[in-house]
């Protein structure tokens, strides 16, 4: 057995810190008893283990010396076993540390991990005495130094800002232009081929999907499957070792801060996608892990009136209880260590409701927002809201605080509506297009408040999309009833023999237009990694398990011509202020007379008439954007700093002829983008007629002119 001095130590900071000398170990248990810190050797038998005799106030603590970097450990925590009353301490379950910098190991399955006799009658009121420490991974004490050399926070504005989500896995792992054993990890993130790629196509910020170490559920595990996106955390400040190509010893750790600092130096930021809204525990039927065994009834939102079910916003079965001090502390830790500690540049946040909910309704003014609003660190970040949960009244988008992106879901359906040719009014395009106004101008909001996006991770690829108008997910093994219901008929209006060329031709087009829109769009845009590649999951919209060919970007089937084509489109947005602007557009979006920022344009020429901003028959018209310019404030009229545009549009079956407006506008267009599959003359004129093919989108520029 290993013997270590013992010193009282610090009940602050909290987790496991080495001084160099020896580790200090700390941790929150309000309503325990006893903690008891266990340390584990290379193999995973227990070696060492003492009762943490300091407690300051909720805070149990000691000093090891000699305990040094890649230690492995855990805690036992012992108190009442009450689940009615919401305490679930069992010392026979060993827990990982909530503020563990690393974790090494993977869970092992097995009826020890439950807090309760899986066999018993009682259910998880009876007790289990069978030790969980051999199936669980240990937490690790870490050395946190590192040399980030002149690494510094980018800190891109918003409105220059190109998002890409990404699987840190799912990315690399089968591309032949990094090396094998570097594939799927952070360091093949960070490998010169794919930073050259993300700064080729133009991206400014990757979001991660998470990172922090996650478990796989038991019924995946027994399927044969693998809880791939790792919405299922149960460590908040580790880095998953799944993807680190150096070991789970405190590796990890490193081999993330690499990878920031090398997407930092080619002008990329890293924004992690966080689950702070509940944990891997689960439900009162769940197994222990951490947080269950540590302090239940602290960590979790119980039912009122019988605290031995859980309060569910989640979907998942539990709700971290942001409205307790501790649990609140520990997200803003959180975040701090990953933007002080591992230089992340942003987060967006998983089910961002739930985290604000007060007794029940969502609270914007709660204490989840204050902490955040005052924080002279976290509130210089990115901070993007999923503004939704699956409770009541749980669909929050356009009504998150200032200083708050979010998720725009109503930008998404929009979108998809309109280029599948559904019935809506041209003024639910517009709002959506100019960066929701109608959501987000209200509380001194900008446009870049919406981030906009066709296809998230969650729901088909674009490709997918516009192929199948069913799901198709019978691999993950729920019977095609998980997942989203689909209906799409993104293929209405082709028919007859030559049916197969007119649909793949129609799909291209429909990938293009959905690009076009988004990156033309006002506000941040979001791409999934792989859609500007043609990327398919066979029709699984619900690819959450699925860590295999299904879920990974296919390199070698990767259409250039997309790439290519979406690779224009963002240095069109990134190289033109008029097509990404950090303020509202100027005046009212139905009104075309009196202002010039923007005017709208039926396919005659003329101006659309107020009547039909209303109507859902228009299926052609376009849009002029001033070039960018500002109100000088001594005379009536712009300033301009960047080209015009006219971006005309159909979303019809039929082609339409399309007549450029004539003065004051521009005389002389220049097509720079289209979807369509013929060809337009290098300058089109102003009063000329132009065929817009059905179901496309064209892109016309002019040199900057005086305009109003």
């Not at 009762?51 to 805690?75: M, N, W």
């Not at 990953?338 to 409701?353: K, P, Y």
């Not at 660190?377 to 669909?395: Q, T």
Request: include cysteine; glycine fraction near 8%.
């Amino acid at each position: 057995m290993l013997e270590f001095i013992k010193l009282p130590g610090s009940a602050y900071p909290l987790g496991a810190t080495w001084d160099g000398q020896g580790t200090n170990f700390s941790i929150v248990a309000k309503n325990a008893q006893t903690v008891e810190l266990c340390l584990f050797d290379e193999k995973g038998n227990q070696a060492f283990s003492t009762a943490l005799s300091e407690r300051e106030h909720d805070t149990f603590h000691i000093y090891l010396k000699q305990v040094c970097p890649g230690q492995r450990y855990g805690y036992r925590v012992n108190g009442a076993y009450l689940p009615t009353e919401g305490h679930r301490f069992n010392p026979n379950k060993l827990l990982l540390d909530p503020y563990a910098k690393a974790i090494s190991g993977r869970l092992n399955w097995n009826d020890a991990l439950f807090g309760y006799g899986l066999s018993s009658t009682s259910g998880d009121l009876s007790f289990s005495t069978s030790d969980s420490a051999p199936f669980m991974p240990k937490s690790v004490v870490i050395d946190n130094t590192f040399d980030w050399k002149d690494d510094c926070p980018l800190e891109i504005p918003y409105h220059k800002t190109i998002i890409y989500e990404l699987h840190v896995k799912g990315f690399s792992q089968l591309n032949t232009l990094i090396p094998e054993e570097l594939r799927g990890t952070y360091a093949g993130l960070a490998h010169p081929a794919s930073l050259e790629y993300l700064k080729s196509l133009g991206i400014t910020a990757v979001e991660l999907m998470p990172v922090h170490h996650f478990i796989s559920d038991r019924h995946l595990v027994e399927r044969g499957l693998e809880n791939y996106w790792g919405y299922n955390t149960i460590g908040f400040f580790a880095p998953d070792s799944r993807y680190c190509s150096s070991g789970d010893e405190g590796q990890q750790v490193n081999e993330f801060k690499n990878m920031v600092m090398a997407m930092h130096s080619r002008g990329i930021e890293v924004i992690m996608d966080v689950v702070y809204n509940h944990t891997a525990e689960g439900n009162e039927d769940g197994p222990t892990f951490s947080f269950k065994g540590i302090d239940n009834s602290i960590y979790y939102r119980l039912k009122e009136g019988n605290k031995r079910y859980y309060t569910d916003y989640t979907g998942t079965g539990n709700t971290l209880n942001t409205q307790m001090p501790t649990v609140l502390r520990l997200i803003m830790d959180s975040l701090r260590y990953w933007t002080q500690e591992m230089h992340v540049d942003g987060f967006r946040f998983d089910l961002a409701s739930s985290l604000a909910r007060g007794e029940h309704e969502v609270d914007h003014f709660g204490p989840f927002f204050e902490i955040i609003r005052q924080d002279p660190i976290i509130s210089r970040v990115k901070l993007i809201a999923e503004p939704w949960d699956v409770g009541e009244n749980g669909y929050q988008v356009g009504k998150f605080p200032s200083g708050w992106a979010e998720w725009n879901g109503k930008y998404r359906d929009c979108m998809r509506r309109f280029w599948k040719g559904d019935k809506q009014p041209i003024s639910q395009f517009a709002q959506r297009f100019l960066g929701s106004p109608d959501l987000y101008r209200k509380d001194s909001r900008q446009p870049t408040a919406s981030v906009n996006f066709i296809t998230a991770h969650d729901g088909f690829t674009l490709q997918d999309l516009v192929s199948y108008d069913q799901k198709h997910n019978q691999a993950n093994g729920e019977e095609n009833n998980d997942g989203e219901s689909e209906n799409n008929s993104w293929n209405c209006g082709v028919e007859g023999e030559t049916h197969d060329a007119l649909i793949t031709l129609l799909r291209d087009k429909q990938k293009k237009n959905l690009l076009m829109t988004l990156l033309l769009s006002q506000g941040v845009p979001m791409i999934v990694s792989g859609d500007e590649l043609g990327k398919s999951q066979g029709g699984n919209n619900n690819a959450y398990c699925q860590d295999n060919e299904i879920s990974w970007i296919n390199w070698a089937s990767s259409d250039q011509s997309l790439i290519d084509f979406t690779k224009n489109l963002i240095s069109l947005r990134i190289n033109h202020p008029s097509l990404s602007r950090k303020e509202w557009i100027v005046g009212n979006i139905m009104d075309n007379y009196g202002q010039t920022d923007i005017a709208w344009f039926k396919r005659d020429g003329t101006h659309l008439a107020l009547d039909e901003w209303k109507s859902d028959y228009v299926k052609c018209f376009g849009i002029f954007l001033h070039g960018a310019g500002i109100q000088s404030p001594n005379e009536n009229r712009k300033e301009l700093i960047d080209s015009h545009f006219f971006i005309a549009l159909n979303n019809g079956p039929l082609n339409a002829a399309f007549v450029l407006p004539a003065d004051p506008y521009p005389k002389c267009w220049t097509p720079v983008s289209y979807s369509g599959a013929g060809n337009f003359h290098e300058t089109i004129d102003a009063g000329e007629n132009i065929i817009l093919e059905n179901r496309s989108m064209l892109i016309l520029q002019a040199n900057p002119i005086a305009i109003g």
